[in-house]
């Protein structure tokens, strides 16, 4: 194990940030320069290992920002770019910087499919609910009803929910971050990076121009305690400033109660269990909205499995262990052939 | 028996439902006459649907072959012998047939209901057909099949499955060949159902005595050993040659070879082959779509693979922006296009040449891109190994074009060793050098930018789509920065045309016409050229493979003869791409789009035609 004593300032770029202040993307790019010594002290990654990979977008031009390698690409092609990479030097860290129209409209076809194979791979998922950089139309999350410049009179269509999506495809690892809390975004990226397969952290972040606050309803520092809940796997599901309510089952679904008042004791607070590969509780986790129930932050799921990137390499591994043809030579002379004699020529 | 006829080449037709294992039995059949030292050509001609209903003409499927004691250029035009297994398969290929061919037929299916199916109006199809006087072979294949295997414990539809070997016997029988192949080839495949396997080869040996008991007086052909060069052979298939092609430039190049690709036909065939090849390293992906196909080899360009993707026409319209993110991003990157009948899903079994300006122009901005055609299947090979060389030296996309026709075709291959190969170097870079790291400085020679690997120490760096400044390949608005990069990266394709061999003519230098070709129609192309040549006509042919850039030499060439026709399955793109590259000669053109090769005799007559003008 070596020591790698990484700053954020050795994961800079010499560039200038051109996101418009206040932008949300400022705090994720902190949080990702904070996690990253992290990452590196925890898994022995050099410095050099780490590949960031990006489509279009504001939250794309994340890569220009990074002292990494970087591959500023096309629109909603990231994932399958990243892909490629992994795939071909699974020793590498790649990371996906994506935004809800870049995964979800143009790139959902690869988004669900990264997904489903479990391919190792880091993905940030901005989440402003609007197009940005093409200035202010809704996306595939934005809410029903939305008007923005495409649509003056209010969106008629239902949104996605990312983590709905990520466990509908069968996904390993989901977690939900805000960009204005830099440590829980990092925490939820050095996990990401620790799990093996397709890791998705959703971040809320805020659009100042064009979706300003959307998501300050449960951001805002004066209620986010009230109105989040972090979780952490093997600890009560409990939130509030005191820590005063917790989650429970309400049927089918799951309630807020308060242990001590109306006969609710602690016991009846739900335990976070992020690495059971049943669903169920997940689901209910990622479709919490206010006000009915707090907004799920933290891993909400992490389940252990096999990831496509391995696979691949332990059969070419397990093939060319055995394998007769060891050279294009081999090859080109296996099977049926026959010689032509130089006498039968002319 | 009959003394067999001696003959330098034979055509035979395979033709069923597609259901029939036509495409097996003209393979078995192939293989034979390769291992007996015949030249081969094959042609198989199969519908869209994988299994269409029974007995009808849209579910005819069909594999000609043309063996003969020399190098055989194409699968023949007409053939000698027919073999169709329905009247639907006899109706289809009627067409085909030399005067007086060999027709043998499944009589069983030839009853009321398969006739009518068939669309055949009367109880006579060969009379309809006015081959009545033609050299007849009515043998009751199933029934007599059937018979072969009642004591075999199988059942009725593992027993019809037969059918085809016994239709081969007859073959082997009118051909003058060997069953061992054969033989052989069903115990090794059946090797876990011995029952099967001996079915099989009792089904192949009826056949074969059969005609020897009743048709001892229909002609028999007898082909001597083709006077190649010598040395090792073996049949390849266009497709297969292309994906060896690849593995064999990843070889040369020390570089891991990845395909993302997305099954499209007439193109699958090489995923197929390089997913077989995991003995060699080869990682295959198969994405999600056709876009992810590329970008997943884009992104393993970018880590140091040698990438390609392969697809055909609808495809390649699928990966245009992401080839255009290649030119940007200046990543070496192979695009294979085996075009099929367009547009849109067009014909997906049937060959034409019509993405030539879809390979060369078919994206947004100044892009360009190198072209390259592979003209026969076994040189499948050697120019999918070139697209990989010129990619991985000359850090560009390269898109190389085959066709239907060529990547299901199979022919007698010399093998080739691996030594005779040229080496590949790409310009891979191991550490930073004195005074940093630029990744857009070029050499001087190729004009192409390092690849610099991720993983790495020290040469951490950014590329995208945006466009790139001049050296640091960091995003630059500047005007005259955008003017540079368009013009160095058209001047880097262009700068191929230094590393490529020089365009060559078949025939003299000089003379009356000048047959100009490209990509799959080499063979035809050739034949027909061969054949007025030995008439003494002033014909000469120069078939193209290089078509971005040109060889330097092209107007040399034209400039010597009095008139230049262009032949290719279009309606005239590589007639028009050399108008504008050439504009100081006229071209006259030959085209056809029906789905079809050439055939020799129509280009012998066009040729002659234009010669008597």
Redesign the interface.
Known sequence: MNIHNFTPADFK?D?EVKWCPGCGDHAVLNAVQKALPEISETLDY????Y?F?SG?GCSSRF??Y?????????HG?A???????????P??SVWQVTGDGDALAIGG??FI?AVRRNIDLNILLFNNEIYGLTKGQYSPTSKLGKITKTSPFGTVEHPFAPGELVLGARGTFFARAIDVDINLSKDCMVAAAIHDGASVVEILQNCVIFNDKTHSSITDREFRDERTIVLKHGEKMLFGRNKEKGLAMNGLGLKVIEPGKDGCTIDDVLTHDAHTPNAGVHMMLVNMRYPELPVALGVIRQVPDSTYNQN?QR??DQ??GG???????D???Y????????A??? | MKQPIERDTVVIRFSGDSGDGMQMTGTLFTDTSAMIGNGVSTFPDYPAEIRAPQGTIAGVSGFQVRFGDRKINTPGDYCDTLVAMNPAALKANAKWLKKGATVVCDVDTFNDRGLDRAGFKTADPFAELDIADYNIIAAPITSMTKETLKEMPLDNKNVVKCKNMFALGICYYLSDMPLDHTIDYCRKKFNKTPDQAEANIMALRAGFNYTSNTHATANTYHVAPAKLPPGRYRTIGGNEATAWGFIAAAEKAGRPLFCGSYPITPATGILEELAKRKDLGVKTLQAEDEIAGICTAIGAAYTGSFAVTTTSGPGLALKSEAIGLAVMAELPLVIVDVQRGGPSTGLPTKTEQSDLMQALWGRNGECPVVVIAAGTPSDCFDYAFTAGKIAMEHMTPVVLLTDGFIANGSEAWKIPAMKDYPPIHPPILSSAPEGGYLPYKRDEERLARTWALPGTPGLEHRIGGLEKDFLKGSASHDPANHQKMVDIRAAKVKRVEEFIPEQTVIGASEGDLLVVGWGGTRGHLLSAVEALQAEGKSVSLSHFNYINPLPKNTARIFGKFKKIVVCELNLGQFANYLRMNFPEFDYLQCNKVEGQPFTVAELAEKFEKILSK
């Open positions: 770029a560039l050099a410095h050099e290992r590949t990979i279009i890569p220009y990074m002292n990494t390698y970087g591959f500023h690409s096309i092609r994932t399958a770019i990243a892909t490629g990479v992994k795939v071909a030097n020793g590498l076809n690869h499919h691949v059969q070419v093939i060319r394998a007769r043809i060891r050279t294009m030579d090859l080109l002379n099977g049926e052939t026959w010689e032509v004699a130089p039968a020529t002319e």
